[in-house]
């Protein structure tokens, strides 16, 4: 079993970044892949980012490509997100969960993060 914790979240203006993390606990770490959601006010949970176990795969979600980058530290049990760009309609609570498979349906991730709350104003 693992337990995640997120974290990095903030309040920032439009244009600015920010990097979000998320520490692991738990053995095999390494051997999971690992995805990012959001779950903004009034709105399903949404995929963001995933990465395979070991660091060498991505996927995005088409409303953040090209400004988010995830990316995987199997050293240091950590999987983070950097975020450039920032919109207003990124504004969410981002959690960070365990993937069965590298995948963005949702039911696929099993362990969750607390999430971390992104607010971007304009």
């Known amino acids: 079993q693992l337990h995640l914790v997120d974290s990095g979240g903030g309040l920032v203006q439009a244009g600015d970044s920010l990097r979000l993390s998320c520490a692991a606990s738990?053995?095999?770490?390494?051997?999971?892949?690992m995805g990012w959601f959001r779950q903004a006010p009034g709105k399903e949970r949404e995929f963001v980012a995933g990465i395979n176990w070991i660091g060498d795969s991505t996927v995005y979600a088409d409303s953040v490509k090209g400004r988010f980058t995830i990316s995987k530290d199997n050293v240091k049990n950590t999987v983070s997100m950097q975020m450039n760009s920032l919109k207003p309609e990124d504004t969410a609570v981002y959690y960070c969960?365990?993937?069965?498979?590298?995948?963005?349906?949702?039911?696929?991730?099993?362990?969750w993060g607390q999430g971390t709350q992104v607010t971007v104003s304009s």
């Open positions: 969960a365990v993937a069965r498979t590298l995948t963005t349906t949702r039911r696929n991730y099993d362990y």
């Open positions: 738990g053995r095999t770490f390494g051997s999971y892949d």
